[in-house]
């Protein structure tokens, strides 16, 4: 797994890490039953520190992103891209998209400018639905 981290920027690292994740597997990059480097080897790879890791995959654990296993270690949980509501309910993304929404705002960035950059960015993730739940 590849990850670019950026260690000059203000948010935190297992952050970074996370929303990385994340996007790897909205690009289809990491695949639904993907495996995961142990957070020791992660944590070489990237030349951090091993807790750091594994506050991210903590993160993603506790979002249900990924399962981590003592014996088969870390990986993308296989339903991750399946619509469940016990998922959604444990997610604040309402409020992250709200925080974003907000800065735009205040940056007098034009509704239809946004609009245009969400729909191409939800059209670059392969097999994503084209209706809403």
């Known amino acids: 797994m590849y ?9 935190p690292i297992y952050q970074q890490i996370r929303d990385r994740v994340v996007e790897a597997i909205a690009e289809g990059a990491l695949a639904p039953g993907a495996g995961l480097p142990s957070t020791r080897q992660l944590a070489v790879d990237l030349a951090i520190n091993f807790h750091t890791v594994n506050k ?26 399946q619509p469940s509501d016990e998922l959604r309910a444990g997610v604040d993304w309402e409020a992250r998209m709200r925080t974003l929404l907000a800065e735009l705002d205040v940056r007098g960035i034009p509704r239809q400018e946004v609009t245009r950059h969400v729909d191409t960015v ?8 084209d209706e809403t739940p």
Request: hydrophobic share 40%; charged share 35%.
């Open 3 to 11: 990850l670019v981290l950026d260690l000059d920027s203000e948010v």
């Open 56 to 81: 991210a995959y903590d993160l993603l654990r506790r979002e249900g992103i990924i399962r981590v296993n003592r014996k088969s270690g870390a990986a993308v949980r296989s339903d991750v891209k």
């Open 122 to 129: 939800l059209d670059g993730f392969p097999g994503r639905p």
